[in-house]
Antibody
Framework: EVQLVESGGGLVQPGGSLRLSCAAS????????MSWLRQAPGKGLEWVAA????????NHADSVKGRFTISRDNSKNTLYLQMYSLRAEDTALYYC???????????????WGQGTLVTVSS | DIQMTQSPSTLSASVGDRVSITCRAS??????LAWYQQKPGKAPNLLIY???TLESGVPSRFSGSGSGTEFTLTISGLQPDDFATYYC?????????FGQGTKVEIK
């Protein structure tokens, strides 16, 4: 069964840091580009960051550029999101997601994790 | 960034109704559009990609159409399981922007 399981969320003060993890199983992780997306409470979906299968290329949404960094460890089948300088507006449920195929740019996501909640508050 | 605008924001309908949701892009995205369904407390579920291709396992009562800047998701014969929020997403550019969502409610 294809599965993504996020962890690492929690309550953090403004200006703080957090690292999210996403453990993948049931597919050849290293061949798929992966993404992080988020959803603020009661709000819509926002793509946050993406990384190629070999980890060589990344891109980040303008809203997080310079503060968040996506990375991956293919030997551990794990995706990461390192978050620095967190703000109240970063409060959201963070999802990792797999595209439905491993070729092409910006492919839509057929598998999502259950999400991990990040709350930025003093 | 490409902006995606969905309408309506909320749609009240009855079981058996045919309903349509519109998604407009701020510039042409060819057919690089996907539709997702999300239920409360759950992750989104991919329904349609390339504007009109049904994802495996999705019931045939769901259909998508459009190209360029205007797209439509149609549910033919609304079922109790279909009451949810629907999002469109463009994947023409790296920003992969979503519409704001359309909540389909029971009338």
């Amino acid at each position: 069964e294809v599965q993504l399981v996020e962890s690492g969320g929690g309550l953090v003060q403004p200006g703080g840091s957090l690292r999210l993890s996403c453990a993948a199983s049931g597919f050849t992780f290293s061949t798929y580009p992966m993404s992080w997306l988020r959803q603020a409470p009661g709000k819509g979906l926002e793509w946050v960051a993406a990384i190629t299968g070999n980890g060589a290329l990344t891109n980040h949404a303008d809203s997080v550029k310079g503060r968040f960094t996506i990375s991956r460890d293919n030997s551990k089948n794990t995706l990461y999101l390192q978050m620095y300088s967190l703000r109240a507006e970063d409060t959201a449920l963070y999802y990792c997601a797999k595209p439905y195929e491993d070729s092409g740019a910006y492919i839509p996501f057929d598998i999502w994790g259950q999400g991990t909640l990040v709350t930025v508050s003093s | 960034d490409i902006q995606m605008t969905q309408s309506p924001s909320t749609l009240s309908a009855s079981v058996g109704d045919r309903v349509s949701i519109t998604c407009r892009a701020s510039q042409s995205i060819s057919s690089w559009l996907a539709w997702y369904q999300q239920k409360p407390g759950k992750a989104p579920n991919l329904l349609i990609y390339k504007a009109s291709t049904l994802e495996s396992g999705v019931p045939s009562r769901f259909s998508g159409s459009g190209s360029g800047t205007e797209f439509t998701l149609t549910i033919s014969g609304l079922q109790p399981d279909d009451f949810a929020t629907y999002y469109c997403q463009q994947y023409s550019s790296y920003s992969r922007t979503f519409g704001q969502g359309t909540k389909v409610e029971i009338k």
